[in-house]
């Protein structure tokens, strides 16, 4: 696109195609855990276990993927987070 300054949702125009693109995986996660790694922090996302019983009791949690940046960009992938939540109204459970 010709046009630098055209935006979706806020995302320059080429960010923004990149980031749904075909072939993009996506996961939806329900379980992530957080830690910090010298000067890195590193979240990995997964699922409930696999129940274990009738009564739908599940197992320890299965984390597939995970993501590792720096301090700074948890820092920036924080704000941009609250702030996405705070635009939106009260968060969705």
């Given at each position: 696109?010709?046009?630098?300054?055209?935006?979706?949702?806020?995302?320059?125009?080429?960010e923004?195609?990149?980031?749904?693109?075909?072939?993009?995986?996506?996961?939806?996660?329900?379980?992530?855990?957080?830690?910090?790694?010298?000067?890195?922090?590193?979240?990995?996302?997964?699922?409930?276990?696999?129940?274990?019983?009738?009564?739908?009791?599940?197992?320890?949690?299965?984390?597939?993927?995970?993501?590792?940046?720096?301090?700074?960009?948890?820092?920036?992938?924080?704000?941009?987070?609250?702030?996405?939540?705070?635009?939106?109204?009260?968060?969705?459970?």
């Amino acid at each position: 696109m010709s046009d630098n300054t055209a935006k979706v949702y806020g995302v320059p125009v080429e960010e923004w195609e990149a980031a749904y693109r075909l072939g993009v995986q996506e996961f939806s996660a329900l379980r992530f855990i957080i830690k910090r790694d010298g000067g890195l922090i590193r979240i990995a996302f997964g699922n409930n276990g696999p129940p274990v019983n009738e009564k739908g009791l599940n197992g320890c949690a299965v984390y597939t993927h995970a993501v590792t940046m720096t301090e700074a960009a948890a820092l920036d992938l924080s704000r941009v987070l609250r702030d996405l939540i705070a635009d939106a109204g009260t968060p969705q459970k």
